[in-house]
């Protein structure tokens, strides 16, 4: 079985402030993972994926992640948040070999002006 | 352009009524999915179909039926069987590469009054 964590369901951050969104995921087998962002009654869109080979992953908007195998961990960064970041982030994760994409219960970025 | 439209957006229903989501692609994708999103629960996978003619059920697909006559088209039926089905509906797909990004539709939401 696989799952994903995310540990924060909000994170209030001021503009122009650093900040990490925590995902960790649980799988037996090798892993995709991906961030997606929400913002209010619409679709998700693609942050960043990690696939194989450089752990660093960058993505659209300056986000980037790091994908680190020994605390099974796909943390989010920002340097530096803009008022347009606030939405919700899902982290979520595909085993190889499998259809099924799982998601985490997402985090909602606030950002204060 | 290409993408996946979701229709209706906004949907009232009364209780009992079976009700039907339209969720149509055209990025030549084979793999379609329903989620099911509620507050705080992140993303929930209702059903998937990886080809024509061929689904499976997700984690919550009781109460919940879908077809899959054409390659472009995923319509799912929210039966009187399901106990609360006011929620945002979302469909995706995915598409050969095997990576499972996932691509969304604007989504549809139900309230059942």
């Known amino acids: 079985a696989q799952s994903v964590t995310q540990l924060d369901s909000q994170v209030p951050v001021f503009e122009e402030a650093p900040v990490e969104l925590r995902c960790n995921y649980s799988?037996?087998?090798?892993?995709?993972l991906f961030w997606y962002v929400q913002y209010p009654n619409q679709g998700l869109q693609l942050l960043l994926k990690?696939?194989?080979?450089?752990?660093l992953v960058k993505g659209i908007n300056g986000f980037e992640a790091e994908f680190n195998k020994s605390q099974t961990s796909f943390h989010l960064r920002k340097p530096s948040v803009h008022i347009s970041d606030t939405a919700e982030y899902f982290c979520a994760l595909r085993s190889g070999g499998y259809q099924k994409v799982t998601f985490g219960t997402g985090t909602k970025l606030q950002v204060i002006p | 352009d290409g993408g996946i439209t979701q229709s209706p957006k906004y949907l009232f229903r009364k209780e009992g009524q079976n009700v039907t989501l339209s969720c149509e692609q055209n990025?030549?994708?084979?793999?379609m999915y329903w989620y099911r999103q509620d507050p705080g629960q992140g993303l929930r996978l209702i059903y998937y179909?990886?080809?024509?003619?061929?689904?499976q059920k997700g984690d919550i697909a009781e109460g919940y039926s879908v077809s899959r006559e054409k390659k472009e088209s995923f319509p799912l039926t929210v039966t009187s069987a399901q106990k609360n089905p006011t929620a945002f509906y979302l469909c995706a797909s995915s598409g050969g590469s095997g990576t499972g990004e996932l691509f969304f539709g604007e989504g549809s939401r139900l309230t059942v009054l």
């Open positions: 799988s037996s087998v090798s892993v995709y």
């Open positions: 179909s990886q080809i024509v003619n061929d689904f």
């Open positions: 990025l030549n994708h084979d793999a």
């Open positions: 990690y696939l194989s080979g450089s752990t």
